[in-house]
């Protein structure tokens, strides 16, 4: 059964530190998604990651997939309010199209 | 992408009663999901609606308690039936976009509904 593990769940940082949320999954997958929440809103599309080695940046974002490690990193640079939101992993199970979701990682950035 | 709609957006409904919500796209897709999100938690998957199949329901969601339709390629209801306060949740549709390699998925503004 794939398993997806975000930490940390909860990160309250200062506006232009770096930080990495992580996403460990159980077995192998094609693809990996993240996703942004902000409070109250549905959530949005960040990256797809596709194959091992992938990286891809958005701004002060950026993620990157270790197939063999199972891991995903999103990567903070220089953290601005406007990022803060909740963050959600999930990884396709290769079964019915379905993706596992990891429990999210809640970032507050203050000014 | 996909543009997704859904309404209603909100309601405050009494213990017992039904709630259908509905689910528009802006374009065909095969794939449409129905998703639980309760305050603070990740998205759980209720079921999958396929046009012209009977949804596939996870473990611990009933048809009976969820029943879903899905008459075409753009459209899909989830009815939340005899309603108990642990109902109360958003209730996110989503649709997979199969377009170049992605297979993204994308997400409905949601319906946060009240139990009371």
């Known amino acids: 059964e794939l398993k997806v593990e975000q930490n940390p769940l909860f990160l309250s940082m200062q506006e232009g530190k770096n930080y990495t949320i992580y996403c460990n999954y159980s077995t192998t997958s094609d693809r990996l998604y993240w996703y942004r929440q902000d409070p109250g809103k549905s959530l949005e599309s960040l990256f797809v990651l596709l194959s091992n080695g992938a990286v891809k940046q958005e701004g002060r974002l950026m993620a990157s997939l270790d197939t063999k490690a199972r891991l995903s990193t999103l990567h903070i640079t220089a953290a601005v309010h406007d990022l803060s939101a909740t963050y959600f992993c999930?990884?396709?199970?290769?079964?019915?199209?379905?993706?596992?979701w990891g429990a999210g990682t809640k970032l507050i950035i203050k000014p | 992408s996909a543009v997704i709609s859904q309404k209603p957006s909100r309601d405050i409904c009494q213990r017992g009663t039904s709630l259908t919500i509905q689910c528009q796209v802006d374009s065909q897709v095969t794939m449409m999901f129905w998703y639980r999100q309760q305050p603070g938690q990740s998205l759980t998957l209720i079921a999958t609606?396929?046009?012209?199949?009977?949804?596939?329901?996870e473990s611990g969601f009933v048809i009976d308690k969820f029943p879903i339709s899905r008459p075409n390629l753009t459209f899909s209801t989830l009815t939340v039936s005899n309603m108990s306060p642990e109902d109360s949740s958003i209730y996110l549709c989503?649709?997979?976009?199969?377009?170049?390699?992605?297979?993204?998925?994308?997400f409905g503004p949601g319906t946060r509904l009240t139990v009371l």
């Open positions: 989503s649709v997979e976009a199969r377009d170049t390699l992605y297979n993204e998925q994308f």
């Open positions: 609606a396929n046009q012209g199949s009977e949804a596939t329901y």
């Open positions: 999930a990884v396709d199970s290769r079964s019915n199209y379905q993706l596992i």
